[in-house]
């Protein structure tokens, strides 16, 4: 069990009986604080590839192993420890997800998370909602393995149309047309958007939706939302 203790500090807790309980290792998770998740993963999907996941609060995390070590407590003389097997990481480059829980056990035999969204105006506690469900994977890039989120399959039941807009071809500032050349009308509710571009060494684009702008920048390898910066590439740091 992982618990928090204070600034960027969690501590790792084991029990044979969930009475009783050892301090095994303090471990730090830089740049955040709070509500600890933890869960295994296998890299790729590759079931000789486990892993696992320690989060906090704001998303940072860290991914390894653990090891039974020699020299445990006045009772036991051996203790289980958390190794990083790589340098901390960035899983949300915003400032609304907050404290996401991890399921295993599912059906699907995945994991699924969910975070709290403080989306609406007021409290930044009371004010907000969940967001959708989340399906975790590790995924291989230059010399680690990044952590991503997608939106779980299951949502794809709620699904009550469906629009599918190819080789979409922009020069200068276009609306996107539907099939007979008209303006593609996109109702203001609940939408499920999947974006694929070519990838590109320069050049920058700009997608406004619903008001809200976000910008691909393929030279500096960067996505940008209002004051949310994130890489574009896993594996590729932004010249920013």
Not at 41 to 47: E, I, M, T, V, Y
Not at 185 to 206: F, N
Not at 223 to 234: F, Q, W, Y
Request: contains cysteine.
């Amino acid at each position: 069990m992982l618990i928090y203790q204070k600034d960027s500090n969690y501590a790792l807790l084991s029990s044979e009986n969930l009475t009783s309980w050892h301090m095994e290792q303090i471990i730090e998770i830089p740049g955040d604080s709070e509500c600890p998740d933890i869960y295994k993963l296998f890299a790729d999907g590759d079931k000789n590839r486990p892993c696992w996941v320690i989060s906090g609060a704001s998303d940072r995390y860290l991914v390894g192993h653990f090891e039974v070590k020699e020299g445990g407590d006045n009772q036991r003389s051996s203790r289980i420890v958390f190794i990083q097997d790589q340098r901390a990481g960035r899983l949300h480059y915003g400032s609304v997800s907050y404290a996401g829980q991890s399921f295993f056990g599912t059906p699907e035999g995945d994991v699924k998370r969910f975070t709290w969204l403080s989306t609406l105006p007021g409290d930044p506690v009371r004010a907000g909602q969940l967001s959708i469900p989340m399906q975790m994977s590790l995924k291989s890039g230059d010399d680690r393995v990044f952590l991503c989120a997608l939106p779980a399959d299951s949502i794809k039941q709620l699904y009550s149309n469906y629009r599918c807009y190819r080789n979409v071809k922009v020069i200068g500032a276009a609306e996107l047309a539907d099939g007979a050349g008209k303006p593609a009308v996109l109702p203001y509710k609940a939408l499920d958007m999947t974006v694929i571009l070519p990838m590109a060494k320069s050049g920058r684009l700009t997608l406004s939706l619903f008001g809200f702008g976000i910008t691909v920048d393929f030279f500096r390898n960067t996505v940008e939302c209002g004051e949310c910066v994130s890489p574009l590439r896993a594996g590729k740091q932004s010249a920013g």
